[in-house]
């Protein structure tokens, strides 16, 4: 019997911990509940229940079919984590900016046009997931997040970036698959930056030479025709240094 024993004691303790994965966790002790998967549901909508959830920190949507985010959605003010990917999602309420503990929010694979500028109130969001969208243009004010070091907004219409770019600690950007013709001078001061996706950018994206000063760049995902038109010292760092490599896409 002492397998059994060994068996049962994870369920138990999985029990407590504030971890959800079905709408009818949701009435039984709301206030427990911290933690929320209703990914793969096939929701249209986000029940109502979720809303009233005041101590839910994580808050998974992933893969169904909702078309809606809500104003509600910005009572939510403890969600650290919230996940919307792969959905029919075509706006963003203003009033995502009410979540102030964000540290990662993925918007990818849905139908989004506009992100609000409301978004520049996020001030502890880490990691911000937008690829695979129908975004023009990215609004200035998320270069008001000093902890923001992960961004991704591959695969949209992309047309060009924040001015104030630079002053974002990045460490990761990922532009590649946009309309991108030009970056704007503050872009060079991305001094974190380690990995840079720039492959299909834009039909006449380019670098200048300030590119080769960004000393801690160590991956560089590019395109043979934007390379053709880069600046040699690229290739000549890339021979040089070990650290720093490009990958052809």
Same mark, same amino acid.
């Given at each position: 019997m002492s397998h059994i024993f060994y068996v049962i004691i994870p369920l138990i303790l999985l029990s407590g911990c504030g971890v959800s994965n079905s709408i009818?966790?949701?009435?039984?002790?709301?206030?427990?509940?911290?933690?929320?998967?209703?990914?793969?549901?096939?929701?249209?909508?986000?029940?109502?229940?979720?809303?009233? %959830?005041?101590?839910?920190?994580?808050?998974? *949507?992933?893969? @169904?079919? +909702?078309? &809606?985010? !809500?104003? #509600? /959605? =910005?009572? %939510?003010k403890h969600l650290e984590k919230l996940? *919307?990917?792969? @959905?029919? +999602?075509? &706006?963003? !309420?203003? #009033? /995502? =900016?009410n979540l102030t503990k964000l540290k990662l929010l993925s918007i990818k694979n849905n139908n989004i046009k506009t992100i609000p500028k409301t978004i520049g109130n996020l001030r502890e969001l880490e990691i911000f997931r937008s690829g695979f969208?129908?975004?023009?243009?990215?609004p200035n004010?998320?270069?008001?997040l000093p902890n923001l070091s992960q961004l991704y907004i591959e695969w949209n219409k992309l047309e060009h970036?924040?001015?104030?770019?630079?002053?974002?600690?990045?460490?990761?950007?990922?532009?590649?698959?946009?309309?991108?013709?030009?970056l704007p001078d503050s872009f060079y001061n991305l001094s974190k930056l380690i990995r840079l996706n720039v492959a299909f950018a834009g039909p006449l994206f380019k670098f200048d030479s300030r590119i080769c000063n960004m000393r801690r760049l160590e991956q560089l995902y590019i395109d043979q025709v934007t390379l053709n038109f880069s600046p040699r010292c690229l290739e000549v760092k890339a021979r040089s240094n070990f650290r720093f490599s490009i990958i052809l896409e």
């Open positions: 009818e966790d949701i009435d039984k002790n709301p206030a427990a509940i911290t933690k929320l998967n209703l990914s793969y549901q096939r929701l249209t909508e986000i029940p109502k229940a979720v809303f009233e %959830l005041e101590h839910l920190k994580v808050l998974n *949507l992933n893969h @169904n079919k +909702i078309t &809606t985010i !809500p104003p #509600e /959605i =910005g009572k %939510l996940v *919307l990917s792969s @959905n029919n +999602i075509d &706006t963003l !309420p203003n #009033e /995502i =900016g969208n129908q975004i023009k243009t990215i004010e998320i270069c008001d970036l924040p001015d104030s770019i630079g002053k974002l600690n990045l460490t990761d950007l990922y532009i590649n698959r946009n309309q991108i013709n030009s």
